[in-house]
């Protein structure tokens, strides 16, 4: 193998360890080479406007670092219909209208920006396009997204479709809040008693001394164009940039060869350059190989890392691999298990001071979230979607599903009908893997200032991920708090091993290194060992691509099953998987889809009622948009044009939303339909009569409709059914009467008349 390069610069992948240029972190500012390949782009460009406008080329950088071509349409823009005619004067237009209200928004994120504000900049002339561009950043996620409090008052009346969103993880909240700005109506069904799934920040210490430690998902990979800094910046939270120092240390405790490590590290990364090369040649057979196989091969082919120093250095480099993938080499794929590197977020590595959970909480702000509801069954068809809870059934118009890969893989919710062949081979296929931490608080910093990561060699290859890297958490905890990370085949033992045992080996590693400089370690004040394996919402910690699997099955996880049971979650997205910006990007994905998929429906009403019933359900909502008779939370329609008493009524009952007044209805009424929850019956005219004549509280309200007029009540799939008829015939006797109306306006005004 060659030598390193003079300047070190030899990492290509790999979590924390890049030697990437100190700096601290500035959105406003990006890379040099943004700059260069915009440059050369823009060269390209003919075009007044392009060579003229300063402001427009800073757009396009903009967009740029977001991830838009910069001459170009995103295919997704192109599937949508943005513009009639690709690569002519209206898509250049069009590209530099969608740049200007990005960065206009990405300049304050705090603010939703309107279309009012736009047309401040945009001459009149571009009207069409500025509503074509506005509407596809806004329903794609890219503009007026996240947690900022200025946000929900701009949040629409809520429509008439219904959307469970199955897990309250970052993916389940960013959906259900982008589908609530959407305006539907949402609820959320969690099965911990807290939110945020795989991201979970304890508190830990002492009493007026805690600290936030995460202890699932910490770092913000990648600062550029990361949703996750837009949401830090709409909560004014700093974000400590995570130095790239780190230094190692031999098992004994000896800190390493500076030069060894370099040497090593260089050997290492050009390891993986064969790979590249290696699995050209191997064509598909690389698929059916995993990448420690291949590894090992050029290992012993180059003859590397052949001293005890270097055999244990490398294996370092692997755990961290291993850490980066949560999966052991002899499971990852040879051929795609780095197939999202081309989509890597730019930018330094972030911590967020006080924890993730600070995101998390924002994040659930005016989202009706149902704790400590697991769902056992997923029901879906052309009607709807049921999901059981226990003996509980909630019912919706659309659900999303985000749990984890490891739920999915363990069956652990009965999907009916059976998911999709393709679905399940492609769950069965993917890999989920293990990363476990022991989360330490110390009395006080023993481990000094300098830099905020340390690794730890190990003597045997198969313990090589134990305790391998630690994170100093004290900058951004609040507290003297240290974490080590346990990665591959050490995770798995880690799981089965006593947690005194556990603490008792990461007390003895860290005394080795710290003792030897004249440190004395204390015993820490509290600790945790994570068990992300066992837990039986997760089974693991997130997403690799494995031996027969590759990028595509993450698109297969994320497709949707007759329109009706979607997908998010990391394990869903093909670009950022295993990462939290990935999980929270599939949540706006899956909410664009659905919103999509509705306004398709409303725009081509015909074909949406072939389809399903959402049409029918539509017509039912529409009715009691304006009821014949309101009292209270009582609402009713009937046929108005008639004094016939037997005729039929439909009666809707409505109760409030607090989570108290739910669970109570619940206990006696367990099959409900809608949040805040509608109960529907039909009745007859004189029925409508009698009731009029009753007053008094509820008790005695449910007491006369069910027990002296013997009314049944029923959700609205139900009544949909039972009454059927009914509906059509109230609807057609409101058409005849607007009919009605306008036929006067339908006269020739030139005939006399
Ligand atoms: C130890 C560890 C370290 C990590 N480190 C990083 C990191 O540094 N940087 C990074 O970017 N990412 C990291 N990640 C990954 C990141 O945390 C995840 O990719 C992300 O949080 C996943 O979000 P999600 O919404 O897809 O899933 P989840 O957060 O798991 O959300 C799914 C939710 O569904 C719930 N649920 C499960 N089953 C059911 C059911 N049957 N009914 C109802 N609810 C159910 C779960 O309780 C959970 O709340 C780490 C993960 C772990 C475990």
């Known amino acids: ?56 080329d800073t757009e396009a950088m903009i967009a740029f670092s977001l991830g838009f071509p910069i001459d170009a349409l995103l295919e997704h823009e192109i599937r949508s219909g943005v513009v009639k005619e690709l690569s002519g004067k209206e898509q250049n237009d069009y590209i530099v209208i969608r740049n200007h209200i990005l960065a206009l928004w990405r300049d304050n994120v705090r603010i ?13 002339e571009f009207e069409h396009l500025l509503n074509t561009a506005y509407d596809y950043l806004l329903y794609n996620g890219h503009i007026n997204f996240g947690v900022s409090p200025l946000f929900i008052s701009q949040f629409p009346e809520a429509k008439e479709e219904t959307v469970i969103v199955i897990g309250a993880g970052l993916a389940g909240l960013a959906a259900a809040r982008q589908l609530l700005s959407f305006g539907y109506k949402v609820m959320v069904l969690e099965g911990r008693n807290r939110p945020g799934g795989r991201v979970y920040t304890q508190k830990m210490g002492k009493e007026g001394k805690f600290a936030a430690v995460d202890l699932g998902g910490s770092v913000i990979t990648g600062i550029h164009a990361n949703p996750l800094a837009v949401l830090a910046r709409q909560l004014s939270a700093p974000l400590h940039k995570v130095r790239v120092d780190c230094p190692l240390y031999k098992p004994n405790g000896e800190p390493v060869d500076k030069e060894l490590d370099t040497n090593v590290e260089f050997a290492f990364n050009r390891l993986l350059d064969k790979v590249m090369e290696l699995r050209k040649i191997m064509g598909g057979f690389a698929s059916d190989t995993s990448l420690g196989s291949v590894l090992e091969t050029l290992k012993a082919l180059y003859a590397v890392a052949q001293s005890t120093d270097e055999k244990q250095l490398l294996n370092w480099h692997l755990a961290n691999l291993e850490y980066a993938n949560a999966g052991c080499l002899s499971n990852l794929s040879a051929a795609h298990w780095d197939q999202d590197d081309p989509y890597e977020m730019g930018g330094d590595h972030c911590f967020l001071a006080g924890g993730n959970w600070r995101l998390i909480k924002a994040m659930c702000e005016g989202v009706p979230i149902f704790y400590g509801k697991t769902a056992n069954t997923i029901r879906y068809g052309n009607e709807g979607v049921e999901v059981i809870v226990g003996d509980q059934v909630f019912q919706a118009d659309y659900a999303l599903c985000t749990v984890p890969l490891g739920v999915l893989k363990k069956k652990a919710i009965n999907f009916e009908p059976e998911l999709p062949a393709r679905k399940l081979e492609s769950i069965e296929k993917m890999g989920f893997g293990l990363l476990n931490k022991v989360a330490m608080v110390f009395p006080h910093v023993f481990w000094g200032e300098e830099s905020d990561t340390f690794g730890c060699l190990n003597e045997n290859s198969q313990d090589r991920g134990e305790f391998f890297l630690f994170y100093s958490y004290h900058t951004v ?82 497709e949707n099953v007759g329109n009706r049971l979607f997908f998010a979650g990391e394990a869903t997205s093909r670009q950022f998987p295993a ?175």
């Open 477 to 558: 905890s609040g507290g003297s708090t240290l974490i080590a990370l346990v990665a591959g085949e050490a995770a798995q033992n880690f799981e089965t091993t006593d947690p005194s045992i556990l603490l008792h080996r990461v007390l003895t590693t860290l005394k080795g290194i710290f003792n030897a400089k004249g440190i004395t370690v204390p015993d820490p004040i509290q600790s945790i060992c994570t068990r992300w394996g066992s837990d039986p919402l997760s089974y693991g910690s997130y997403s690799h691509v494995s031996v027969h699997s590759s990028g595509k099955d993450y698109d297969i996880l994320a």
């Open 112 to 124: 939703w920006l309107t279309k009012g504000q736009i047309r401040e900049t945009v001459t009149s």
């Open 579 to 753: 990462t939290m910006h990935g999980a929270f990007l599939s949540g706006l994905r899956e909410a664009s889809h659905i919103y999509q998929l509705t306004h398709n429906q409303l725009v081509n009403p015909k074909k949406s009622m072939a389809k399903n019933g959402g049409a029918f359900n539509r017509t039912l909502v529409n009715l009691f948009k304006k009821p014949d008779l309101e009292s209270g939370k009582y609402a009713f329609i009937y046929d108005s044009s008639s004094e016939d008493l037997h005729s039929k009524a439909i009666m809707q009952m409505t109760f409030g939303c607090t989570e108290e007044i739910y669970r109570e209805i619940l206990n006696c009424y367990p099959n409900p339909t809608e949040f805040p929850m509608q109960l529907y019956t039909i009745m007859s005219r004189e029925q409508v009569q009698q009731m009029q004549q009753i007053s008094g509280e509820d008790k005695k309200m449910w007491s006369f409709l069910t027990k002296n007029l013997g009314l049944k009540f029923m959700g609205m799939n139900t009544l949909l059914n039972a009454g059927n008829s009914v509906i059509t015939s109230i609807a057609a006797s409101r058409k005849g009467k607007r009919n009605r109306k306008l036929t006067p306006q339908l006269h020739n005004p030139n005939k006399s008349p």
């Open 1 to 56: 193998m060659e030598n390193p390069n003079p300047d070190g610069s030899v990492s290509r992948r790999v979590s924390l360890r890049k030697r990437v240029n100190m700096r601290s972190y500035n959105e406003g500012m990006l890379d040099d080479e943004l700059f260069d390949k915009l440059d050369t782009s823009l060269k390209k460009k003919k075009g007044p406007k392009y060579d003229v406008n300063k402001e427009t």
